[in-house]
């Protein structure tokens, strides 16, 4: 038995926007920038050729007025390293991407076949602007808007003289001037934008808020560690959002009322075999384990959604007036009053499967036995589907799944040793960014201001705000009562985190009491005062 083209399509708008690929930050966010820029669209770049390191070096010599006094060497191994997203560095095979994200207009010299976004760039922008409070979405786009195309005027897109901006955002504004009758840039056409709502909504929410945080500081951090960090907490949203979902749809297909949030434990001594390591393996074996049931999930909505549009089509259901139907919408075609629509759509389905042979005797036999279990029509049919496909989604939800926990790289929530398993971790980078958020408090006028935090404080923080737990176990999601051995771990895990905040640079020793352990802000800001405060937005 095999399975026809139309049997195996997976991804749904509703559920997520990504293609499970693995995914480089880099190239998400220079996705990201032309949807900010068409207003949810991706764009359409126009040139003669794709872009090598020559390229630039030549467009920087070609334009003294614009670049003067740069030497040509030295400009090659500054794009090269600074300003350029390399695929296959220092391989025979490197090639140019583009240029990195520190400015709005870079998107436009990406070679688009090596800087592609699988997505991910969409579901980032859907997640925004489908916020609960609308205003306050279109708010966030206009902010990240603003800081991104920061120099430039946003009606005639030419620079904006006086503004004070860094040397590598002038030499990319310039860049983009010198070539801009050579580029053309228009919003894809095609149809209309279908903006699915979140699967999950408080995701939207939370990104919002952090992100309207972190721009806070747009003034007091350098454009290029404010870019990286934006890439780490988008990356970080992106992978709490996916994996939640990944317990939250199942869920839904069974018409169960379950709380998607759930809890990660994470090691933060950082040496495998250690309790807090075994802790944190577990933890990650049980959000990955759960792959195979959205695998299931996920075909079951989609072909909830070719069952629809079959009803539409013989006129049995109505399109919703939004122009698609969401995961909600076709949730409800589970029910008694379409189980025969569904089986006969299904059972003609399940015909052309068993009238081929796939040339595999172990699934042909798998295959038999699901069909010989006594289940209806719909549901052999995605329990069919599932075991043909489960084992090729599984791999790549899981590279995508490493990708956007940053595996191994800085601002990682995952770490994977070349012969080991996965374990949930903190890296400084992503502690970074945290911290730089939850120091940050909002006064009675929606004003932030800084203020110091005490370490427990902080802990909850993590816990209750984005599931992160260093100092006790998550409630479910693999996990009973802690035990003696489990204790030692949360103090030696507690012990290691207090040294990670002194790493860098945002606690010291007051006293050797717990509850006077104090992290400090690294800026000193007053409700009003400095970064463009954009708390009331």
Known sequence: MTLHRSDKEFRHPGVSYLDYKQLEMDRVLTGFLPRLWWDGRSSVVSRSADLDVHDFVETFREHPDSFQDFDPDITRRWLETHLLDVVNRGKATQAVAGLRPLHGFTYRFRNARRSRAYGADEQLYEMISQVSDRRRGAATLEHLKNFFFDGMDKHTEKPTPGVDIDVETQALINLSEAVKRDITDRPASGRERRSHPPLYPQASDLLVDDVLRLLFHRDLIPRSVLVDYLKILFAFHLALYHLRILKLLPALTRNEQMRANGGFFLDVVGIGGTPTARLAERSAEVWFGRIPDFVRATFTVKRLDDLARHLVRRGGLRTPGRGFFTVEDLLRLLGPAHKEERDRFAGGRLAVIESARSGDADMDTEIEQILHLGLDDFTAYIEVITA?????????????????????????????????????????????????????????????????????????????????????????????????EDQAAFRANTGAFTARLREIGFYSDLSDAYLTQTITPRYTIGAGKAGRAQGNA
């Open 388 to 484: 043909y496909r489960v084992a090729f989604h599984r791999k790549y939800l899981t590279g995508c799944l490493d990708s956007l926990l940053l595996k191994n790289r800085p601002g990682a929530m995952i770490a994977q040793p070349r012969r080991g398993v996965r374990r949930f971790v903190l890296d400084s980078r992503l502690l970074e960014v945290l911290l730089q958020l939850s120091l940050l408090r909002q006064d009675t006028g929606g004003e932030y201001y800084t203020a110091a935090l005490r370490v427990d404080e902080f802990l909850t923080v993590l816990r209750e705000r984005y599931g992160l737990y260093i100092d006790q176990l998550p409630a479910g999601d693999g996990f009973d009562r802690p035990t003696i």
